[in-house]
Every structure is written in C-alpha cells, then in structure tokens.
C-alpha cells in the first residue's frame, strides 16, 4: 500500500514540475534578458528606443532603425497575407468544394512546415532578383509611383519590401488556420437564420458568419504579427542589415530579430552585447504582449457565446 | 384562452380561401435515404396548419423543402414540386434566395444575430434600397410595424438600439418572428418555435399565431398536440415520412378517419 | 399584403446582389490559388537549384576549405542527429510530463497559467530563445557547445509537447480513465497503462512534430552550436547543423556553397516534410475512428 501511494506520489511531483518548467522558463527569459540588457538601458535610456546611432566602435548604441523596420516590415506583412488569409479560409470554410478542400488545406499548412532558412535562401536568389528585374521597375516606373517616398530611390538588391513579401508568405498559414477554426466555430443555426432570410452565400457570410468570429479574427491576425515581428532568419538574408530607416521600400534596412542575428557573433565589447541583449528584451517583451492577447482573443471566441 | 374554431364555421373558412402553396409528390432524400416519401398537400391562404407526428418522422425535414432551407445540406436533394402562387419553387428559373425572402421560417431555438441590435435584427431580412441610410425612416416603419406583427413592439420600443442578446427567451424567439415577418412574406413556416420556451411566452406566441391566421398562410410544425388544436384550423399527420391523414383540426383530432392517426392522437405512441 | 419596398426595382438589384456574390466567390477562389504559388515556386526552385548537387558524396563528406569545390554537409547531417537526440531527451519527458498534468487537471490555476503561457511560448522568436540559452549556458562556459545548442532546441520543443500531448489525452474517453479507476489500478497505474497506450499514438505523432519543427531552425543555433567546418561529436564543441550550414553557405559568395546550400534545402526540406505528411494522414486516421 505505501509502495503504491509513494508511486503516486512521485508521478504527481514528476507532472506538476514538468508543467512547472514552463512557466519557469519564461521568468529565467525574462529575467536573464533583463540582467543581460540592463547596462545598454541603463547607459543610453529612452535614446536607446529614439536613436538612430548605431556604433560599436564609438559605444553609441540606437536601436531605432531597427524598432522601425520590425514594425513596418511587419506592419506590411499582415497588410498583404490579413485579407489573403482570410480569403482563403473563407475558400475552405464556405466554398471549397469537397475535392478541392484538402489538397488546399495541405498546401496551406505545408507553408508552415518550411524553415525559415529555406525561405531565406529563395528570397535571396529568386524572389529578390525578381523583384529588382520586374517588381520594383514596375511599381517605379509603368504604375509611376517612383516619385512617391515609398517607392522612391534605385532598386536595392536587398529591401524592405523583399523581408515583408517573405513575411508575408510565412504568416499566411498562421493566419489562415486560426481564421478557420475560427469560421468554422460560428454555429450552422446563425447560417441558417440568414439564409431563411432570403440571404445570398456572401449576405450570410457578411451579416451573420464575419460579425460573429470578428474578435477570433482579428486574433489570428495579431498571432500572425507575433510571428511576423519575430522572424530571424529570413528576414536577415533579404533585407539587407543596414542601420537605417528609410521612407522608401525599396531600401535596405534591419529589424531587431535579424540585428541580434546579424550582429551577435561578432559583438566584441560587453556594452555591444548589452545592446544586443536589450533589443532582444524589447522584442521578447513585444512579442509576448502581441501573442497573449492573440490568445486571448481567440480563446475568447471558443467561449460559447449568447 | 384562445377559442377553437368550431365545425361550420371551419368548414366554410377554408373552402373559401385558394390554395396558396401545392404539394405534388415531393421527395427528400439525404443521399439515397428517404425521408420523405411522396406528398401531396395543399396550404391555403389566411389559414393556420399544423403538422403533427412522432419525432423523426420526417415532418421537419418537409418543413424545410418548403422554403428550399432542405439543400443547404451537402448531400441532400429533392424530387417533386412545391407551388407558390402557380409557380414551382424548385423550377429553373426561381433564384432560391428570393424563393426564401418569400417564405419565411422561425426556427426551434431563438436565433438572433448577437452582434446586432433588436432594430437591427428585425431588419436583417431586407434588401435593396430599403437599406440605404436615406431610407432610415421607411425602414424604422417597417421595423415597427413587423414587430407589432410580433407582438413585441410594446415591450421592446425602448430598447431598439439596445444588443438582441439582452432580450428573454421568449422575446428572442417573437423578434425571429418579426425579423421573419419584415420581408412581409406570402407564407410564414415555423419548425417547433416553442419547444425551448416558458408557459408565458409560449403563450403569447400561440396568441400572435391566431392573429396571423387572418393575414398570410402559416405552417407550424410542433410535437404539441393542444398547441396544434389551440392554434391551427387544419392539421397533418405525418409517420415515417408519409402524410397518413390531412384534414380540419378538429376532425383529425377528434373523428380521424386512420387507426395510427386515432392511436397518435390518443397518445397511444409518440 | 405586400410592401411597397419590394416593388423598388427587384430584378436589376437581384442581379447585383448575384454578381456581388459571385465576384466574392471567384475572389476566394482567386486568393486560394495565389497561396499555392510560392509553394509551388519554393519546390520547383529547390529541386531546380539544389538536385544537380545532392550526390552521395553530399551526403557524406564534410566541407572543403573555402573556395574549392567539392565536399558535403555530412558534418552538418551528423551534427542535426545530435542536437536533436539531445533536444529529443530534454523535451520530450518534460513536454509530456506538463501534458499529462495539463489533461489531467485541466482546470487549476496552476494549468491553466500553464497552458497560456505554453501557447504564447510557442510563439515567442526563436533568436530570443538562442540568446537566452548563450546567456545560461554559453557564457559562464566561455565556449560554444552543442550541448548548449541542443537545450535550446529542447527548451523550445517543451510547450510544443505539453499541449499536443494535452490535445491526444484529451482525446482518451474520460469513461476509460474511470473504469481503470474503479478496478483499484492506482492513478499513475492509470496514467501510464490505460491512457498513454490509448493515446500513444498521438503523442508519438505530436512529438516527431516537434522534432520536424526544431530540426528546421536556425536562430536557437547560431550562439549556441554555432557551427563547426569540420567533423566533431563532442558535446563541448561547437558543431554543425543543417541549417546553420544552409544559412552560412547561402550567404557565401561561392558559387559552389550556393549551390551546397540549395542541395542541404532540400534535404531538410525533405525530413520536415516527410513527417508533416505522415503526422497529418495519422491524426485525420485517429479523429475518423475517435468519433
């Protein structure tokens, strides 16, 4: 009898402190960030956030260009893959008739499966060559829109619009599938009611299916900015990691995460790394703002409601 | 207490109204399965008719071909011809969505849009210029007036602007009602709207439904006999998805001419 | 009885109404079609690029010295198994340790904070979680290591664990768990006999997951293995991985290692996609005969 109940009682310390770990690990991430940043926050304060100095030599330390490029790259990324990946889960979810569903659904999920580094390695050999022989001459120069500050200046090989399309090919999946769990949690009685009302396929969709997942929606979308505000690896290879923020997309430019990545190797004085564990902090505090409350918002849609 | 309608008097009340939706050897399948074989029926116009049968008879799936709500499932199909006015719903050239702003259907559970207003609901169904920002003030009018219909207009004309979800159960189901009735269809179908409400709204539904009798056809599907008698002037009784007898309520409930129609009635099953 | 509204011009708004809802269709349809792209032109130029110089030899041999052509990711392949035996024993027992817990208490405090924060950690940047692990285990060591490499990549598959597990256990009728129960097993008898082999499956499907999922990044990487030209199957050393040397290689301006880099691309690209097919056809299996 105390074999079995000293069993049982080593199973539950073994699982609760297996479920302890986690929550654990993200204070020690938080925290080591902290320690780790603190003399860069401490030396440059809020001038490390406004300024655009970045220089290891002179110890002057601005993560300002690369807060901006996170955000803008970002920013784009969901503007361009948001209403894609809504699209198309409104395409499963709706229309997809019943051949076509899964082999779509695949594909879709298959773009999540692939490394970031693989996506890098295409964005640097095919998507950014193209976007400088046709993409970039053709916003400038037959849509005319090379006297506009976004699309203004020569066409880099590198940009910030290379890291945001690739961003936008990543984050699509993400968004897409909780877009769809989401859609399909609406219940069949909210679809019926619109159609006995005389309702065309997207006079449902408009009045009784959107309005109804709208907060699980704009979920999936702030999950799709967490992962966007966080990729490394491809973005460091397209956009070039260049202190700089410039108005023009076709510029190069950095983000936090491709900074740290770009940077951290070779960081030789502890003030270099300070820096660099500092915007690592910035980003994981970002980040994790972003996904709690995607999170949240998506949890709350699960809820049944009235 | 609502009164029957008694004998001559039904009589004369439904051979003076025309047929208004015909029923021609309808068929509805879920893939090979059938679940409703063969019928024939006909539903007057300004009359109440109940369909009344045990459960899994098939008689809300009829209810739904009636308005084409059937083919919204995958797999499912029909056979036959429903008429409205002369004209087969399922025909060729009827669009299906203007098939459904014309019949109209309320259905078992209140279903009211959560993220909309009670004006807002009753609205939902119209279409066309009526929903312009210009037309506010015809639109504000029909609202009324559908929910007058409802009989809720009383007990929600303060809280128009206020969420739908905040309303009672029985509120709920009287703004599907009026939200139903906005597109002032020719016929109404409800598939056991009181099945999941109190005594007190029960009751003032089966009231509105009386008053609804004198103004377009109505066709109530409820597994609630005194509902079905305190209610309707014709009755069906629907088993295994055939229509075993049709005819005035009072007949059909008190003289009916089939022993399953005498044995259900009776309570003997169901 | 009809209203006056309907007689306002029915048949041109119908016809509105018709196209605004086809349009909307072909517009998903449209959409659909254009997220196959990349994925179509990702494979296409990877097999393009990347087939010519995927050889035996590839597979293989380690680097040759800058600049000369030949030699292989063998070093790389190697080092990948590595750090994922390590990454598989870290988080593995842990992940569905947490799991267990998380399904079997699902609604304490202490599972949901949980549960929350193992979502919110799977999405966390993978670069946060490498100078994270520099910070622990690289610094006071004044090295890089693949031990180092492998914790990181263990620590990321912990949460990813836990709630697939969690998900699979859930899965287990609670009438099962109770019967078991009743028959006096004990509750961790309970746990391990009756429920785990029910859903071991599942768990098995969400731990290689896992795998295919750290086995593809970089980031964790690049302070903690760092990388390594050469063969090495010391845990104290720096030591190559695949997309470590994907990534060195691409950025290269050798031709030869470009071209190496598209070959190692499809290699990994390969193994991730393997066990995404696999664990997709074996979790649609299991929902079909759950319900």
């Not at chain 1, 406004?50 to 110890?59: E, K, L, M, N, R």
């Not at chain 1, 006995?196 to 907060?215: H, K, N, Q």
């Not at chain 2, 009589?11 to 019928?39: C, M, W």
């Amino acid at each position: 009898m105390n074999n079995r109940s000293g069993a049982d009682r080593a199973y539950a310390v073994f699982t609760t402190a297996s479920a302890a770990v986690i929550p654990i690990v993200v204070g020690l991430v938080f925290i080591a960030l902290a320690i780790a940043g603190w003399p860069a926050l401490r030396q440059f304060g809020t001038s490390f956030i406004t300024s655009s100095a970045w220089d290891p030599v002179a110890g002057q330390f601005g993560a300002a260009p690369a807060i901006y490029g996170t955000l803008v790259s970002s920013a784009l990324a969901l503007l361009i893959a948001g209403p894609l990946a809504l699209g198309v889960a409104l395409f499963l979810v709706e229309f997809a008739p019943g051949w076509l569903r899964e082999p779509v659904a695949f594909a879709v999920e298959l773009l999540a499966a692939i490394p970031s580094v693989v996506y890098g390695l295409w964005g640097i050999f095919v998507l950014v060559p193209l976007l400088r022989r046709y993409v970039m001459p053709f916003l400038a120069d037959t849509l005319h829109l090379g006297n506009t500050p976004l699309f203004s200046g020569p066409a880099y090989v590198t940009s910030m619009l290379a890291a945001a399309l690739i961003l936008a090919i990543m984050i699509l999946p993400y968004i897409s599938a909780v877009s769809r769990e989401v859609l399909r949690a609406v219940p069949r009685s909210q679809r019926e009611a619109a159609l006995a009302l005389g309702a065309t396929r997207w006079e449902m969709i408009r009045d009784a299916v959107l309005p109804y997942a709208r907060s699980g929606l704009v979920g999936g979308l702030m999950l799709g900015l967490g992962r966007a505000l966080g990729e490394t690896m491809a973005v460091t290879m397209v956009i070039g990691n260049q202190h700089q923020i410039s108005a023009s997309l076709f510029a190069p430019g950095y983000t936090m995460a491709s900074l740290i990545a770009n940077e951290f190797s070779e960081a030789t004085t502890p003030l270099h790394v300070a820096s660099l564990m500092a915007v690592g902090l910035l980003l994981l505090v970002t980040t994790f703002i972003v996904n709690a409350g995607a999170r949240w918002l998506v949890w709350q849609t699960g809820r049944s409601r009235a | 207490m609502i009164p029957p309608i008694e004998g001559v008097a039904a009589a004369v009340l439904a051979s003076a109204a025309e047929p208004r939706v015909q029923v021609k050897d309808l068929h509805a399948f879920y893939g090979e399965t059938a679940i409703v074989r063969g019928v024939n029926l006909e539903f007057r116009d300004e009359s109440v008719t109940a369909i009344v049968g045990p459960s899994g008879c098939g008689k809300s799936t009829f209810l739904r071909c009636l308005n084409r709500m059937h083919e919204t499932v995958p797999t499912a199909h029909v056979t036959g011809a429903v008429w409205l006015d002369g004209k087969d719903i399922y025909g060729p050239d009827e669009w299906v969505v203007d098939v459904r702003r014309r019949i109209g259907m309320v259905f078992q559970r209140p279903t009211p849009f959560p993220t909309m207003t009670v004006a807002q609901n009753v609205a939902a169904g119209l279409r066309g210029d009526i929903t312009r920002r210009s037309n506010r003030r015809e639109r504000d009018a029909i609202v009324r007036r559908a929910l007058e219909r409802a009989a809720l207009w009383v007990e929600v004309k303060d809280r128009l602007n206020q969420s739908a979800s905040a309303l009672s159960g029985g509120q709920q189901q009287r703004l599907c009602i009026a939200r139903a009735l906005a597109t002032e269809p020719e016929v109404l179908l409800l598939d056991e709207p009181t099945a999941s409400l109190d005594p007190r709204s029960t009751q003032k539904v089966e009231e509105l439904l009386y008053e609804l009798r004198s103004q377009i056809t109505v066709v109530i599907v409820t597994h609630n006999l005194q509902q079905a008698a305190r209610v309707s002037d014709r009755s069906v009784f629907f088993l295994d998805g055939s229509v075993i007898e049709a005819g005035p309520t009072d007949e059909l409930f008190t003289r009916p001419r089939d022993e399953r129609t005498e044995a259900y009635v009776t309570g003997r099953f169901g | 009885m009809s209203g006056s509204h309907r007689a306002v011009s029915p048949n041109t708004h119908n016809r509105r109404r018709r196209a605004i809802n086809r349009v909307v269709i072909a517009i998903t349809y449209l959409f659909a079609a254009l997220t196959t792209v990349p994925l179509l032109a990702i494979l296409f130029y990877l097999l393009v690029r990347g087939a010519s110089s995927l050889s035996f030899g590839f597979l293989v041999h380690a680097p040759k010295p800058a600049g000369e052509t030949g030699g292989g990711m063998g070093n790389a392949l190697v080092g990948s198994v590595i750090l994922l035996v390590i990454a598989a024993l870290v988080g593995l027992p842990v992940g569905v340790g947490a799991g267990l817990r998380l399904a079997e208490r699902p609604r304490t405090t202490l599972s949901n904070t949980v549960r929350f924060l193992a979502d919110v950690l799977n999405g966390l940047p993978s670069i946060v979680m490498g100078i994270f692990a520099w910070q622990l285990l690289v610094r006071p060591m004044h090295h890089f290591s693949a031990l180092a490499g492998g914790i990181a990549l263990g620590v990321m598959m912990i949460p990813m664990v836990a709630r697939t597990t969690e998900e699979m256990l859930r899965l287990v009728p609670v009438s099962l768990r109770e019967a078991a129960l009743a028959l006096g097993y004990t509750r961790w008898r309970t746990s391990i006999t009756v429920v785990l082999r029910t859903a071991t499956g599942g768990i098995v499907t969400g731990a290689l997951v896992a795998i295919a999922r750290v086995a593809g990044e970089t980031a964790p990487l690049l302070f903690t293995a760092f990388g390594n030209q050469f063969w090495s199957l010391s845990l104290a050393r720096p030591i190559a991985a695949l997309p470590l040397q994907i990534f060195n290689y691409a950025i290269a301006p050798y031709d030869d290692w470009n071209a190496q880099a598209w070959a190692g691309a499809i290699v990994l690209l390969a193994f991730v996609f393997v066990i995404s097919v696999a664990a997709r056809v074996a979790t649609r299996r299991r929902h079909d005969s759950a319900d």
